[in-house]
């Protein structure tokens, strides 16, 4: 008998465990309660698109002391090496054309070789300047006696701002003044559904107007920028800005900007922005300007 109720008390033990394991998934099987996130946390961000509009130098810059002597240098070289220019193939002997070319190759050795070259080889000095005065007579017929334009404009001496021509071997960059007296660059919102490139276009013709050919260079922003936060004027938190920036250049034309966001407007260079932008927004903007 003993036997037969241990066989039996074994055969009740796997439904007891059963039970237990029952248990046990039903109990796991219960969703979990996760804390909600707090309010600040979905608040979107404000998506902003900024312009910097580049005019391109229009002159080349001036040498510096170290390039024009590599430049002299390299002039010595070339005429101590090249083969002569077989000028009486192409200028018939003793015409005007012949002296011409005979002064200024002269000028060019002064200038590569010093002002003593050549002294030696000159004609009698009545000679020197009939040919001379027969030079320029002849240049002046042909229009060679024009000056060139100076490399100063006018609006860089009166300091007109709004001129495309000032500072014609720098980079300028457009700035626009607020109604509130701060400089940025053409800046807006970004719409909902709207790519950024396409809302950075927009922008730029609501502030600046359509009086300007411009060409926006890639899609891709070069950079952004992230304001410092105001202070709330309500307990309701507010959205984080961000505002991405897009270079552009100006091919023609001028700007026009809107009176009723825009106070006033200026083409300048990057040392002259650091003078009229707000210290934190130079430090955003600083890197993305050309120095030159």
Known sequence: ????????LCRRKPSVFSRAFATVTESS??????PIPPQNARVKPKLLTSIILNRAPILTPTPTPFERAYYAYQARLRRALFNPFPYDFYFKQGSILEHRFTLEERKRERIAFGREFGVADELDKEKAAANKAAVEQLAEQEGESEEMMPR??????ARDYKSLDR???????????ENEG????PEGIVKKGELLHQAAQRDLLAECGE????WIVSRNPIGHYRPPKKAPSSSKPQPEEVAFFYKAH???GQARPNPETVKD??????QEIESRVPEYYWHGIKDMLSEH
Do not use: C, E
């Open 1 to 8: 008998m003993s036997s037969r109720n241990f066989i039996s």
């Open 29 to 34: 099987s219960t969703p979990t309660q996760y």
């Open 152 to 157: 100063i404009h006018p609006s860089d001496d």
């Open 167 to 177: 500072k014609g071997k720098r980079n300028l960059y457009l700035l626009l003044q």
């Open 182 to 185: 701060i400089w940025r660059f």
């Open 211 to 214: 009086y300007m050919d411009t």
């Open 250 to 252: 100006i091919m023609a």
């Open 265 to 270: 407007f200026a083409w300048l260079t990057k």
